[in-house]
C-alpha cells in the first residue's frame, strides 16, 4: 500500500468518525430541545393551577368574611 492510500484511508477513517460525533451531538441538542420544551410546559400547567387554586382560596375566604 503506498503512502497516498494510506493517508486517504486515514483520512476517510477520520471523516466517518467526525461524522458519527456530529450525529452523536445533534442527538444530545435534540433531546435537550426536547427535555426543555417538557418543562416549559410543565412549568405553564403549573402557573394555571396555582392560579386557579388563589382563586379558589381567595373566592371562598370572600364568602366566609
Given amino acids: 500500500m503506498s503512502d497516498n492510500s494510506k493517508t486517504l484511508t486515514h483520512w476517510r477513517r477520520r471523516a466517518l468518525r467526525a461524522?458519527?460525533?456530529?450525529?452523536?451531538?445533534?442527538?444530545?441538542?435534540?433531546?435537550?430541545?426536547e427535555q426543555g420544551l417538557a418543562?416549559?410546559?410543565?412549568?405553564?400547567?403549573?402557573?394555571?393551577?396555582?392560579?386557579e387554586i388563589t382563586e379558589a382560596v381567595q373566592w371562598a375566604s370572600e364568602g366566609a368574611a
Fill in 19 to 33: 461524522e458519527d460525533e456530529l450525529a452523536t451531538v445533534r442527538k444530545m441538542r435534540q433531546l435537550d430541545a
Fill in 39 to 51: 418543562a416549559a410546559r410543565e412549568l405553564a400547567r403549573l402557573r394555571v393551577a396555582l392560579r
